[in-house]
């Protein structure tokens, strides 16, 4: 886990050039299999969050944990974590800028945690 | 295409079947709806019957064959177990009544079945989350009650929604579900019990989430040279529609709406030929009581932005502009996963045919909704009496 503000790697086709989360066995738009490393601004826009309170079995001892969906200012949308300070806990607004901090080990990949850095989009 | 009528219907309750198994409860609703039908085993060409959890959670598969052949079904017919998460149920449905429709069977067996009471809540929601798209979804710890909670909070933002609102929907399935004797979940609650409950997924709480459940339905489909074997009233298909949508959440361009409820029930109204005004009573997909607000917009039968304020009003209680979920829905009657749009379709028939405990007056047409995972996968039926 490495804290600070990222920027999100993403992967490009380098066919069609569409942009992928994670690297998929074949691009969705072109059936192509190359793709490269493609660097964009972990900044985004809140699109929705949920806490959630009864886990599944894997994740039980992490306890409670928030869930986003995020808009990428690069165009991808996202499901990600939300770091929430206890303050934003009831106030956290749709709409608000968030920010890539860090990343937590998933199954194989790693899965993005942002925290709100503005509670309106600031660009 | 040929007319196609439901001639049989069964079902078990729904609740809480510990020391029954689920081949058992397939065969107690299949012997029903075969009874019912009138017709004779071996009229039977084939056999559909959706699950989605028999393995993880029960340790059985090929439940379709083992039904088949408890029942005594003629050897060697085609008998498949279909899978759609939470529209296991109605895709079964769909599949037979393509079989009967075109003319590959004459007649055909619908089950939907699911046994899932016995699993711990994380053993449960780890088996119901194999409904989503563990690589790129389920990773972040998403869950479906989750997927709701997501949806309140986008629809709150777009349109406004007050709590009061979505409780109006918890309270009227929860009543219409003490009407219902195959309910497993009816109460009579206040505003204030459901305010109280515990958080699930922010805001979404404990009375906003259908119960685990245990139970199965069946109903035989029929040409109609077969329908006169019933001694009930056939109920003619005029609709069966499937469609996909977005295995993920964040495919969705806008989280208040599924785009495979939208398309199916376009398509069914075209194939039907009437409007959604037309539509007298309704069984959609309630897991939660967020997504009655989205799928009674998405369906057409309330302006979108309206759902909560609709049902806070009554217009969509059984004597209002649309009766939706006179069953008490997924929230009171209950969800056995695959089970669910069989079932859907058996409320509807016996709405149809004036044989219901909650009934619907004068009820001619009837709609049924059945989705799957975060929209992956949706079923629309729209069933009539004839005249």
């Known amino acids: 886990m490495t804290a600070g503000t990222l920027d999100l790697v993403l992967r490009r086709c380098q066919e069609c050039g569409a942009l992928h989360e994670h690297r998929p066995a074949f691009c969705s738009v072109c059936f192509a299999q190359t793709f490269e490393d493609h660097v964009v601004s972990g900044q985004g826009t809140l699109v929705s969050w949920t806490t959630i309170r009864k886990p599944p079995l894997r994740l039980r001892e992490q306890g409670a944990y928030h869930v986003a969906v995020i808009d990428l200012y690069a165009g991808l949308r996202v499901t990600a974590r939300l770091q929430l300070q206890e303050a934003h806990v009831t106030t956290a607004l749709v709409g608000a800028s968030v920010q890539l901090t860090h990343q937590m080990d998933g199954v194989g990949q790693p899965i993005h945690v942002f925290q709100i850095t503005a509670q309106q989009r600031d660009h | ?181 195959l309910a497993q979940m009816g109460a009579d609650l206040s505003l204030e019990e459901i305010a109280a409950s515990p958080l699930i997924a922010d805001p979404l709480q404990l009375f906003d989430c259908c119960p685990a459940t245990d139970g199965a339905a069946a109903l035989v489909l029929c040409a109609e040279h077969l329908c006169g074997r019933s001694a009930k009233t056939p109920i003619r298909v005029l609709a069966s529609v499937q469609t996909s949508g977005a295995p993920q959440i964040a495919k969705h361009p806008d989280l208040c709406t599924f785009e495979a409820t939208v398309k199916a029930a376009q398509q069914a109204y075209k194939l039907a030929d009437i409007r959604p005004s037309e539509v007298d009573v309704v069984e959609l997909h309630d897991c939660f009581s967020m997504a009655e607000i989205i799928d009674s917009e998405d369906l057409g039968l309330v302006p979108r932005g309206q759902g909560g304020k609709w049902a806070a009003a009554g217009k969509t209680s059984v004597d209002g502009d649309v009766a939706i979920n006179a069953s008490g829905g997924l929230l009171a009657k209950g969800h056995p996963v695959g089970a669910t749009g069989v079932a859907q379709i058996d409320e509807v028939v016996r709405q149809l045919r004036g044989e219901h405990a909650n009934p619907v007056a004068g009820a001619r047409i009837g709609l049924t909704h059945n989705l799957g995972g975060t929209g992956v996968v949706c079923t629309v039926n729209i069933l009539r009496v004839d005249p």
């Not at chain 2, 009528?5 to 107690?28: K, N, Q, W």
């Not at chain 2, 009874?35 to 959706?50: I, K, P, T």
Request: charged share 15%; with cysteine; hydrophobic share 40%.
């Open chain 2, 1 to 181: 295409m040929r007319p196609v009528y439901v001639s049989g219907t069964g079902s078990t309750p729904f609740g809480r079947h510990h020391d029954t198994s689920i081949e058992s409860l397939a065969l107690h609703a299949s012997v029903q709806a075969i009874e019912e039908s009138g017709l004779a085993r071996d009229q039977l060409g084939v056999l559909y019957l959706g699950n989605f959890v028999s393995g993880p959670l029960n340790g059985q598969e090929v439940l379709a064959g083992i039904v088949a052949d408890r029942l005594g079904l003629p050897g060697n017919i085609a008998c498949t177990k279909v899978e759609g998460a939470c529209a296991s149920g109605g895709i079964a449905f769909r599949h037979a009544w393509l079989a009967v429709a075109h003319g590959i069977c004459d007649a055909a067996l619908v089950i939907g079945a699911e046994k899932m009471t016995h699993a711990s809540t994380a053993e449960m929601t780890s088996a119901l989350n194999c409904a989503m798209d563990n690589e790129l979804d389920g990773i972040s710890g998403l869950t479906f009650p989750g997927l709701y909670g997501l949806a309140w909070r986008a629809y709150e933002q777009a349109y406004g929604l007050t709590r009061d609102e979505v409780s109006a929907i918890v309270m009227k399935n929860k009543c219409y579900g003490l009407l219902n004797p």
